[in-house]
């Protein structure tokens, strides 16, 4: 069926049409050219009315809408449509512009299921449903798995538009191929994510594992208190980390240079406070004795890694740590595999992994240096040839490392209303029209742009909702106040009950 007509000056990338009804952005259509059946996508609709046009008041306004509403031709709908490629090349998986473009009047016909079934909805197992068409809801969206982990996402969106959904989703579907997956849960988010194969861990530091620097951000030392820094680097001898007390031994190596060294009692006394203190704030944190963190992640399994106990710079020493550790890992398995390996551990993920880090924009800020970037830049470069994946979720795009983020090989782009963060988007995502660009404002919940290496073409979807999941969900203050009173009288019980306890002990 016929919905339009090429109209005016046409490309090889984009034609504009004269269209029988208003069509939506982010439908597709096809462009029966003299060359063959090209798919094309609606980035840009407009309507216009000849009556209402240069109306200068109100009575006026009134009058012409009258004529616009007996005129069955006074309505005028203009579309521009983004040529995606010759439709029987792309059911191939193949993206061929045409070389000369559509003539003028050519017409444009609906977009059927047979036509984009293949496109957006490839049955082979790499594939997985991420939701269906926003504008063509009949067709399937789905998303290649082995191009996240080999080439790296990006979920971008304003806070609440569905990044944590969208995680949870694809989650669900790792866990289901009996992937690896590891999220750094900045929130808790995560606590309730409901899939089949969860490992939820509480984040661990073992200090004994860092460097002096590392442990100088964990236990909370001023970066520009340069003597205090030099006591503990100078403390954290191989005998402090081997001996069986950490805590005891290394606040005996600082006592010892503080004695030793002249002019640094003062600063060796600042230290030992601040590792009393971080003994005592950090204990369910800094564990000496829980051995390499690293162990605790399961291979084949989800594992949610909750640092939201963490503070900011202990945080960072921690993912770089992971971060660090498990590239390493993954490069000892690639090359054991080889037989090129020399290392003599054992390697705990022989299969590929993927890494999530929410709140990407605290640990890979932008124009300013962490260790998270450095190992994150690293993974992004390296990742690829050794089996691991990086995914990095925001709501502050322009606050991301450029370097990092233009490495992202697929995104998820959701509702962003700022300019700077729309630029960011725009300068990583050379497949983001402009016109498509200026529709992030407008999306709603769960909609999202996907471009990039996991799916066959630019697309925009409605995601599915993870129906069991809580994760990320915004806290129901109104149902929480009118519990209240049940929940003094909760507490009220249960102080009761540990007086009575405590009375009987007596």
């Not at 031994?249 to 240079?257: A, G, H, N, P």
């Not at 069991?468 to 003094?488: M, R, Y």
Request: proline share 3%.
């Amino acid at each position: 069926m016929t919905i339009g007509v090429v109209i005016g000056e046409s490309r090889p990338t984009d034609v504009t049409a004269q269209s029988s009804k208003p069509l939506s952005v982010g439908e597709y259509v096809i462009i029966d050219s003299q060359d063959g059946r090209i798919l094309g996508l609606v980035e840009k609709s407009m309507i216009s009315s000849e009556a209402l046009t240069d109306v200068r008041n109100f009575d006026e306004a009134v009058e012409s809408k009258e004529v616009a509403d007996i005129n069955s031709r006074d309505k005028n709908y203009k579309v521009k449509i983004g040529i995606l490629g010759f439709l029987d090349k792309l059911q191939k998986g193949q993206m061929i512009l045409p070389a000369v473009p559509p003539l003028p009047g050519t017409s444009i016909i609906e977009a059927t299921q047979k036509d984009l079934g293949m496109i957006f909805g490839p049955t082979t197992s790499e594939w997985i449903r991420i939701g269906s068409l926003l504008r063509n809801s009949t067709i399937e969206a789905k998303i290649n798995i082995n191009k996240i982990v080999s080439r790296h996402l990006a979920i971008l969106a304003m806070t609440g538009m569905g990044k944590s959904n969208l995680v949870s989703l694809i989650a669900r579907h790792i866990s289901s191929l009996n992937g690896t997956l590891i999220i750094f849960d900045y929130h808790n988010d995560y606590e309730s994510l409901d899939v089949s194969k969860i490992n939820y861990m509480m984040a661990k530091i073992n200090p004994r594992l860092l460097p002096a620097d590392k442990l100088a951000e964990v236990i909370e030392l001023r970066e520009n208190a340069d003597k205090q820094q030099r006591v503990l680097r100078e403390s954290l001898t191989e005998s402090v980390k081997q001996s069986k007390d950490f805590w005891q031994s290394l606040e005996d190596s600082v006592s010892s240079y503080g004695r030793t060294t002249k002019g640094y009692a003062d600063s060796a006394s600042r230290v030992l406070d601040k590792i009393d203190d971080a003994k005592h704030r950090f204990s369910d944190i800094l564990d000496p004795d829980c051995g390499d963190p690293v162990d605790l992640i399961k291979e084949g399994r989800v594992n949610v890694l909750n640092i939201s106990e963490l503070s900011e710079r202990q945080a960072n020493a921690g993912l770089s740590y992971y971060l660090q550790e498990l590239l390493q890992q993954r490069k000892d398995a690639v090359w054991e595999r080889k037989g090129k390996s020399s290392h003599k551990r054992i390697n705990k993920f022989l299969a590929p992994i993927f890494v999530i880090i929410e709140e990407a924009h605290v640990f890979i800020p932008k124009g300013e240096h962490t260790d998270t970037k450095y190992w994150a830049s690293k993974v992004a470069r390296e990742g690829r040839k050794f089996g691991i994946g990086l995914g990095v979720v925001s709501q502050r795009p322009r606050n991301i490392d450029p370097n990092v983020l233009s490495q992202m090989g697929s995104l998820a782009i959701m509702k962003i209303v700022q300019d700077d963060d729309q630029q960011q988007i725009a300068s990583a995502a050379e497949s983001l029209s402009k016109d498509l660009l200026s529709q992030l404002s407008s999306l709603n919940i769960g909609d999202a742009v996907l471009i990039g290496q996991w799916v066959n073409l630019p697309s925009i979807v409605h995601v599915d909702e993870v129906k069991s999941k809580k994760s990320g969900s915004d806290l129901d203050a109104v149902s929480e106040w009118s519990q209240t009173d049940k929940f003094k009288e909760i507490a009220k019980e249960s102080t009761k009950s540990m007086v009575q306890k405590d009375l009987l002990l007596d």
